[in-house]
Antibody, heavy 121, light 111 residues
Framework: DVQLLESGGVLEQPGGSLRLSCEAS????????MNWVRQAPGKGLEWVAV????????FYADSLRGRFTISRDNSQNTVFLQMYSLGVEDTATYYC??????????????WGQGTLVIVSA | QSVLTQPPSVSGAPGQRVTISCSGS????????VYWYQQFPGAAPKLVVN???QRPSGVPDRFSGSKTGTSASLAISGLRAEDEAVYYC????????????FGTGTSVTVL
């Protein structure tokens, strides 16, 4: 079975940085693109970024480009989301989502359970 | 603010058929696949319709998707209490450098 396990969510101060991880199992990780999607409390879904299977291409939501960086380590079956200059508006549950193809763009097909990031002083 | 517009809520009695609309534009729904996700409170989203009208394995055939022009729809027939959830449409937007956009979400209530 496809399993995605996010981690790294914590309470962080405004202006801080954070790196989220998503460890995958149950499939050949290096064959699929990976996404990050977030959801603020009580709000809808917001797509964050996607990275190709090989890691050579990535796309970002316009509003987040420059502050967030998606990367992956295929030897560790893990995709990362590095976040900088965090603001209260970044408070959300962050989900990783596996695409169903190698290239990008690839919509989230399978989802992890999410990790909660709270940005507060 | 999402570029894909959905009604905030729809409702129906058990056994009825409900339809959720998703309105977009020529840069997203008009030229790219539409996806539909189901989300229960406190849970992760789940894909119920892939690439306009394909059901992933395990999704009941009561769920069906369609697309016409710049709009898409998700129909749930034979409505059941377990279908009560929030549903989101989504699509890639070709005008926004590969941006994936979600709809505003529709809460389905089973009366």
């Amino acid at each position: 079975d496809v399993q995605l396990l996010e981690s790294g969510g914590v309470l962080e101060q405004p202006g801080g940085s954070l790196r989220l991880s998503c460890e995958a199992s149950g499939f050949t990780f290096s064959s699929f693109a990976m996404n990050w999607v977030r959801q603020a409390p009580g709000k809808g879904l917001e797509w964050v970024a996607v990275i190709s299977a090989s890691g050579d291409r990535a796309f970002y939501a316009d509003s987040l480009r420059g502050r967030f960086t998606i990367s992956r380590d295929n030897s560790q079956n893990t995709v990362f989301l590095q976040m900088y200059s965090l603001g209260v508006e970044d408070t959300a549950t962050y989900y990783c989502g596996r695409g169903n193809i190698a290239g990008v763009p690839a919509a989230p097909y399978y989802w992890g359970q999410g990790t909660l990031v709270i940005v507060s002083a | 603010q999402s570029v894909l517009t959905q009604p905030p809520s729809v409702s129906g009695a058990p056994g009825q058929r409900v339809t959720i609309s998703c309105s977009g534009s020529s840069s997203n729904i008009g030229r790219n696949f539409v996806y539909w996700y189901q989300q229960f409170p406190g849970a992760a989203p789940k894909l119920v319709v892939n690439q306009n009208n394909q059901r992933p394995s395990g999704v009941p055939d009561r769920f069906s998707g369609s697309k016409t022009g710049t709009s898409a729809s998700l129909a749930i027939s034979g409505l059941r209490a377990e279908d009560e959830a929030v549903y989101y449409c989504a699509a890639w937007d070709s005008n926004l450098n590969g941006l994936f956009v979600f709809g505003t979400g529709t809460s389905v209530t089973v009366l």
